[in-house]
């Protein structure tokens, strides 16, 4: 919750740069919740980019999510859970939930995993819309290295708890490969699409050579 909120502060900060009100810095937090997507939105607004293409910037840089909430839905929802619960529980769904909640919530029982998602879930929530006020009244406190960091924290803190939950050999192939094949995506593939391409791309080559090494095990 901690590293989550304090990459929201440079959030409040560009929202105050660009000429809005804390209210709007705070709203952005609750509908987008997604500290990139956020950046996005306000620079292209201060930029005075068109609307539309705003709204399809934000929803491409967000595609990430998909393959997220299609993964840690599944553990979550019980015979009774309703469909509004599970859309309200998508849209709780960021980086650090995710991680998170895939690395904890298999070993949650089943009945607990509910009240254990939406109680980390509203807890980085808060987190988050006070670590954007603060940082949109702070914004004349903080030099422009701080708050690029701290946005960046949020990444760092993505890939080492990835890395501290890889326990299959599929999981760690996933992550040398991407690293590896992450300049080439971002150099080649359509804007807003370059991580959907590196997941699959990746992805798939760690699945196929996890394969070829278990049969090579099997052989053996």
Do not use: N
């Not at 909430?69 to 309200?88: F, K, Y």
Request: hydrophobic share 60%; with cysteine.
């Amino acid at each position: 919750m901690l590293i989550v909120s304090v990459s929201l502060v440079s959030v409040g900060g560009l929202a105050r740069d660009a000429g809005f009100s804390m209210e709007i810095a705070v709203a952005s937090t609750l509908l987008i919740w997604a500290g990139p997507a956020q950046v996005l939105f306000f620079g292209a607004v201060a930029a005075k980019t068109a609307w539309p293409a705003i709204a399809l910037s934000i929803s491409l840089s967000s595609i990430r999510f998909v393959p997220m909430v299609v993964s840690l839905l599944p553990l979550i929802r019980g015979p009774r859970t309703r469909t509004p619960t599970l859309l309200a529980a998508a849209h709780c769904i960021a980086v650090t939930v995710w991680a998170e909640g895939m690395r904890r919530l298999p070993d949650v029982p089943k009945e607990a995993r509910l009240p254990f998602f939406f109680g980390f879930a509203l807890m980085c929530f808060l987190g988050t819309v006070v670590a954007t006020a603060a940082g949109y009244a702070l914004i004349g406190e903080l030099p422009v290295p701080l708050a690029a960091a701290l946005l960046f924290m949020t990444p760092i803190y993505f890939v080492a708890t990835l890395t501290r939950g890889a326990r299959q050999m599929v999981d760690r192939l996933a992550l040398v490969f991407g690293f590896a094949l992450a300049p080439a995506a971002m150099a080649f593939a359509p804007a807003g699409f370059d991580l959907l391409i590196l997941g699959l791309v990746a992805g798939t080559a760690a699945f196929l050579a996890a394969r070829a090494l278990d049969a090579r095990k099997a052989a053996a």
